[in-house]
């Protein structure tokens, strides 16, 4: 049942052998790996604007727009350089994961793991509310709470049926939409900054009166206090998340491998960077304020722009929904190619590190859009509400990675070690002090959320790798230990005569069992004789044993059964045979084996017992493959 | 795993033959059977308000509560009188499914069956609902409609667990709260007629405003039309839910049965007929008008008559809220009742039919839940949504029952059976002129979606039937059919060599089989070497077949040999068996076995081939049960 189910939503399997392994030159490595961070442009800017507008009074605070973005962009050149070495260093793929295992020890590898895994739900449920916000910006729906939050599961659930599917990373499908916007945004970019310089980019008009709102609902300085500044850092310094994708998909580029991924790393950087400047730039001149259940900041800026809601701003718009739901993909593809590096390492549950078998993707695909779906509901798809949440993970794993990489210069002492260790050194401090900045400054307002589960998880890995160890110990034969021989009873369940069991019958034959009989369950003596009499119409061989239950129920008298035949024979396996019907349609097996499968459950835990099922097989319409019968 | 889990949350099993067949005195009998019906006086004065407010200019719109309440009160009468026909000629128990299947066919009682299944769910989303309101109207928090949702949600999950630990109609249980209601609304009652005749009942302050708002919204008519009247008195008619309770537990009663039913049910039409009639008297006067968000007309009369919110008032409210749960919870009973009866004629799926087993009423329990959840997100927790489904399903059994009634009377021809029919036909008449009245009236407003559904359940029913028969039809054994000799391959598949694999190695010994093999799938040389020498060094005396997979796919390569195996013996039956760890804990029954679980999925549709898992237990701390090891 579960299986014609799953092939109905799932399509047929596939094997892993057919997995591919296509080199992608940097033009579509660009497209996969930079939707993420490319895409944190659509809310950057609005989230440092709205920490700004909730304690600086109007207008004063948005002239720190820009200088905070020049800090976020100084630190992206920072880390991007950072992870250039990280590239040189790991070829065959280096994500924080791998970096801290190899040169820090277990628990920071665990940790970063953690991390990397709260961060990609983040990036799920960040970039679908963020991308159903664009959609709800330009069709004006942005009020309606409840529909933004159907709508956001919607896309979950559909890039969840879309990747149980086994949709792929092609780098078409990623093409268009990354390029699309960043086409859409640098037009954007060019008509805005043509406007400023000819003087025609004014004010946007509403804003004076939902100033007016942020002053009536918080007490606002007249200057940013350092902490606020702070906490308007973190968060723009989410754009900063997606930055290391490119060091884990070294080997998917053509060679050489880690030039060409170096190099579409400064390309991603300098489109994100000037993305991100060129928005806050527009930002702090057209002055827009966070319309909380309304616009988004950068489609009240795009109308601005292009002069209204025309053909370009509903590119902008569309452009900016894509990119985000490409970045929330690549998510989906990280999430089980992490779940399967940790489960080999024995920290999650060993069938995920089988990644031969699609049912591993499956599970960690299920996993992740079920943890997003809840983030979404909980936290309403509201952008602003998830933002603190997500920078920690983010940063948690830049800094072990790159402390992962000041280790490996020490060790290894490579050519140029002494330059490269001092760009990670520097890497790794930024990235720490933005770690502490972010939950110093956000603790309250979410940052604490990741604080408690990453070491929640962490826990979790530990006590399953040592579950691991101890079962192993446990399981292990000891030297010279040997097979025993022992006896076997077969009781095969029998309701009444069928094709079924008679089916059932024929197969515990052909074990040749050292004691065979079939067991029946009856109410009345009217069952017992009707029974009796279809045995010897079909002369069956095999002793019968009739149970009575006035209750007709099933399992007692059968335990009890058992228990006799254990009493009687030592050093005996008891093998319970039930016919079971393989029907073609799953809704047609809810209607039959439900006795069976009670029957096996409580007989689980029994010792010396096995459950055997016999499928009988009821194919086509009329066709009855009556196996063992004549 | 799903038995350890189970067993966590609905407690240990419990056994058919200890259900018990208490007969209960009438006092008793009367809390547990009335608390649906009397438990509807809580929102039905209001919901024949919401019509007539919406539609007539206050205050002419109450002056029709007393007569609408009056022709309710009649209908109860007329069908009342007419149940106790039905308690008399069906001693053990007649249900609108019994009476219409016994007297008048198939398909008059699936519709009945149908009618009454989404009868009960109703019962559960609009008692909950209305429940809520109650609480919601004493603490102010009926206009936060997550909230009111969140809470209904929560005490249904309460309701299904608890009734799925076993919670029993136990008479105490249900004594306190309906007699607590019944107190408290008599003494509501007492107060506000007292107030009434000495003349200090004014009318709701509150309430010119609000009948102002219902003018801006609608357009108001001087007079009430004939259609909105038959809305109205649709409305007023779900007090008459319930009322067939007593007629379905007629065996529970002490002796004489059927003479101690008929007087409860008199009993409870009274108290039923009283409340309702009172408070709509009392509503004519105090002229309470329906906020919606806002409290309930029966929280703003109590104000009124109680003189505020005082300990009286909360009674009064707290009451409502726990005879409503009441209510909800005689429906957990009577859905898998119902479901058991209709199971048993082969119209559900077999198990339900089964009331030996505990897993019968949890799967009704569970469905129950879910489709009362369901109800309760899709109506936002509101009963006025709630109530134009409601009369359908209601009404169609009542028709149906005392139709079969009728049709009962005429083939008996017992004595005084000139005066049964007539008081049955009657009652027959009324109700289906009412059930017409109510999809008529109704129709657009929700009314439409039992007439879609309730047709619908009864086509799902059919086709279950259909499914039965046809594979009974086509298991059947033919006459002198008999079992065939056949042979048996074992194969025993291995990891590495534990006790689990020696376990299920001795195990597949003892069975004799006509050829065993053991199968191991290997990535690279060195582990074909390690496992021959773990086979040399264990001494197995069972041939090692070593399968090569690169990525370590398991399923194909098994597939491949079993296809193997197939070409070369005929007449063969192959037998998997794939050792397993039964652990202690479920949690930890996810980290292992999940390789066996997919290939048992797989080899599910594979004719001739039976999959055996030989559980290996490891138990307590530090022992092992190492059966067939020496």
Not at 166 to 170: Q, T
Not at 250 to 256: D, L, S
Not at 412 to 415: C, I, Q, V, W
């Given at each position: 049942m579960t299986s014609t189910f799953k092939r109905i939503i799932v399509g047929k399997p596939i094997a892993t052998s057919e997995e591919e392994h296509q080199r992608i030159g940097k033009p579509t490595a660009l497209a996969v790996f930079a939707s993420d961070a490319i895409s944190s442009t659509a809310y950057a800017t609005e989230e440092m604007l709205l920490v700004l507008l909730m304690a600086v009074a109007f207008p004063t605070s948005h002239s720190y727009l820009v200088p905070i973005a020049i800090a976020a962009v100084v630190l992206l050149v920072v880390v991007g350089t950072s992870y250039t070495q990280t590239i040189h260093a790991y070829p065959d793929g280096g994500g924080a994961y791998v970096v801290s295992r190899e040169n820090i020890g277990p628990t920071a590898s665990l940790v970063a793991g953690a991390s990397l895994l709260v961060d990609y739900t983040l990036t799920v449920a960040v970039s679908i509310s963020s991308g159903v916000l664009a959609i709800g910006s330009a069709f004006g729906f942005n009020d309606k709470a409840t529909l933004r939050i159907g709508l956001a599961l919607f896309f979950v659930g559909m890039m969840c049926l879309g990747n149980l599917r086994?949709?792929?990373?092609?780098g078409k499908v990623f093409a268009v939409p990354t390029y699309f916007y960043v086409v859409m945004l640098f037009t954007f970019l060019a008509g805005g900054f043509y406007k400023l310089f000819t003087g025609d980019l004014g004010e946007i008009h509403t804003s004076a009166e939902l100033a007016k709102h942020y002053a009536e609902e918080h007490t606002l300085m007249t200057s940013a206090s350092l902490f606020i500044l702070l906490r308007a850092f973190s968060s723009g310094?989410?754009?900063?998340?997606?930055?290391?994708a490119i060091s884990n998909g070294?080997?998917?580029?053509?060679?050489?491998e880690s030039r060409n991924a170096s190099q579409t790393l400064a390309m991603m950087a300098a489109i994100l960077g000037l993305g991100f400047l060129g928005i806050s730039t527009l930002a702090h001149h057209l002055k827009p304020v966070v319309d909380e259940g309304g616009e988004t900041v950068l489609s009240q800026m795009a109308k601005s722009v292009f002069g209204g809601t025309n053909l370009l701003y509903y590119g902008l718009q569309f452009g900016t929904f894509a990119i985000l739901v490409m970045a929330a993909n690549t998510a989906f593809a990280d999430f089980p190619r992490l779940s399967s590096l940790i489960a080999r390492d024995g920290y999650l549950p060993r069938q995920l590190g089988n990644r031969g078998d699609r049912l591993v993707f499956s599970n960690g695909i299920l996993a992740l859009s079920g943890m997003a779906a809840v983030l979404i509901v909980v936290f309403q798809a509201e952008v602003s509400a998830l933002i603190p949440l997500y920078a920690v993970g983010v940063f948690t794993g830049f800094s072990l990675s790159q402390f992962g990489m000041i280790k490996h210069h020490l060790k290894?002492?490579?050519?140029k070690w002494r330059q490269g260790l001092a760009i990670n050194a520097l890497g790794c401090l930024s990235t720490t002090v933005v770690l502490a900045v972010v939950v110093y400054s956000k603790f309250t307002i979410g940052a604490w959320i990741p604080v408690v589960v990453i070491p929640m998880i962490v826990m979790v890995f530990r006590r399953i790798h040592r579950h691991y160890l101890t079962t192993d110990r446990r399981l292990a034969a000891e030297p010279g230990q040997k097979v025993r021989r022992r006896t076997n009873t077969v009781v095969v369940l029998v309701g009444k005569v069928t094709k079924g069991s008679l089916t059932a019958l024929a197969y515990a034959r052909s074990l040749n069992p050292d004691r065979l009989v079939a067991v029946t369950v009856v109410a009345e003596p009217e069952e017992q004789e009707r029974i009796n009499h279809q045995w010897q119409d079909h002369q069956i061989p095999v002793e019968l044993v009739s149970l009575y239950s006035p209750y007709r129920e099933l399992t007692r008298p059968i335990l009890r059964y058992l228990d006799d035949l254990d009493a009687r024979y030592e050093d005996d396996f008891v093998t319970v045979i039930v016919p079971e019907f393989a029907l073609q349609h799953w809704w047609q097996q809810v209607l039959h084996n439900q006795s069976a499968l009670v029957l096996r459950t409580r007989l689980?835990?029994?010792?010396?017992t096995v459950v055997t099922s016999v499928p009988f097989h009821l194919e086509g319409d009329h066709d009855v493959v009556a196996s063992g019968i004549e």
């Open positions: 086994g949709l792929k990373e092609s310094a989410v754009v900063l998340s997606g930055v290391e070294v080997p998917a580029f053509r060679k050489p290894l002492k490579e050519p689980r835990s029994r010792p010396n």
